[in-house]
């Protein structure tokens, strides 16, 4: 596949909004993109100039062959991977997945996703 401008505008960016007190408007950025930023007054506005600057962006990285990050996929992951804790932690979430009679995968990961909304 050709990785032109028609192919990076169509990846499945991760788009930020803030707003900015101290420029009283939206900041707009793509999250894979260092540096690729906008603003508007709203909402509607970031996102229309958000996404001229991703053109501009990635016109211009593609001007120079330099290289352009692309979004990470669902579809790279499995949902398996392996934690180290030491032995109390562990000894800690057996006991309490035991006490709430639930596996220690199902504690784990409902920790993860408690510590997910907090930083969302």
């Known amino acids: ?3 032109d401008l028609n192919y990076y505008l169509n990846l499945n960016w991760t788009y930020r909004f803030e707003w900015s007190n101290i420029d009283n408007c939206y900041v707009a950025s793509i999250a894979e993109l260092k540096g690729c930023m906008s603003e508007g007054k709203t909402i509607e506005e970031a996102t229309m100039m958000i996404k ?4 501009s962006y990635i016109d211009c990285k593609l001007s120079f062959n330099d290289e352009i990050p692309e979004p990470i996929k669902p579809v790279d ?6 934690v180290r804790t030491d032995p109390e932690n562990h000894y800690k979430l057996v006991q309490k997945a035991k006490v709430q009679g639930k ?9 993860i996703e408690d510590k997910l ?4």
Do not use: P, Q
């Not at 001229?52 to 053109?55: C, E, G, S, T, V």
């Not at 596996?103 to 920790?111: D, G």
């Not at 909304?117 to 969302?120: V, Y």
């Open 1 to 3: 596949m050709k990785k």
């Open 52 to 55: 001229d600057a991703l053109l």
């Open 77 to 82: 992951y499995t949902g398996k991977f392996v």
């Open 103 to 111: 596996s220690l995968n199902k504690i784990v990961n409902e920790a």
């Open 117 to 120: 909304k907090e930083a969302s």
